[in-house]
């Protein structure tokens, strides 16, 4: 794996891990708001080595070497599909059509989940990246 191609995996994981773990509702103000950028430094160096460490590992690695060499499928999205399928959102990896899903499935549930939280007290709020 290339830097480049490592880059745009932490990218699109870091992206789905705020997505699907910020609350965005400008209408109801239903939690803190927060992009990527707005988390602290620490917390976004976490969700890197931590998107990096689980795309290192030799088996998934090729797993992603290969299903990337698809048209319709490259590095960001692995990265999304790693944040979704490991905290069990109900798409990820085993949906996208590609023979290497359900393994890459597997290796990324066995990991375990890993959430943004919030702490509203604060202002603005802070967030940790933590496990459930």
Known sequence: MIQAELTAFTAGYCEAMVWANVAHNTETGDGPEAGFDELSEDVRRLMKIDAALFAGTPRVAELLATATKRPAYGWEQAGHDYALTRNGHGVGFWDRGIEEGLE????????????LYADEDAEPAEWTYAEA
Request: glycine share 16%; net charge negative; aromatic share 8%.
């Open 104 to 115: 890459l499935t597997m290796l990324a549930e066995s990991v375990g989940g890993m959430y």
